[in-house]
């Protein structure tokens, strides 16, 4: 049944990012200004149809952390794709730090610098970074919501890659204080797998780091948050 759900949600995924992605050509010529609308659907869409087809729900600990409105600067653990659709029905203005190479998927692509997403070709060396930086400025300037994954790619439910520099330059950048997320979403869309198994996938934002103070400092305080583990779920009695 999982193989089966998994399938049909891969379909209706496919589906529906095709059909969203057409309708943001018009937004691209006629209402640029409102191309964020397109992408903040479909990760709504994609979660319903997440919760509706394969049983997976999610739930987010330390909610109070979460940026309501203006800029912020969020870190998190990546282990799923989901990671990449969840923050645009969290936050109102999500800003996230993408590879160059999603933005050249056909049309879906077409949408991520119209949309204000701040896209980072690794392979461009120090150019990158100063890339990076500026466009975080202009992020923040925009009262964007940051999210970035320090661990530059997913990494296997238990596991934890090394980070990244780049958060700790934007942090200098914006005086944007860090927020680390944990989550446990390997557990139930894995990294790259098709079988996708029913559950409540946790989201848990951390006390927030200072952005001022040594990088290494900083950098050291990250890796400290985002190795921590989530607490095991209480178990819901009946009455």
Known sequence: MIVVRSALFNLYFFAVTAMLSVLSVGFRLFAPRHILAIPMIWARWVLAGLR???GIRFEVLGAERLPRAGAALIASRHQSAFDTVVWLALLPRCCYVVKQELARIPLFGGMMEPAGMIVVDRAAGAGAMRHLMGEAERAASEQRQIVIFPEG?????????RLHPGIAAMAARTRLPIIPVITDSGRFWGRRAFRKTPG?????????????????TLMAELAAALSTTLPDPVEKSGD
């Open 52 to 54: 509706v087809i394969c």
């Open 153 to 161: 790619t997913r990494t296997a439910s238990g596991r934890m890659g």
């Open 200 to 216: 409540t996938i946790r989201i848990s934002l951390l006390t927030p780091i200072s952005p001022t103070g040594k990088r290494e």
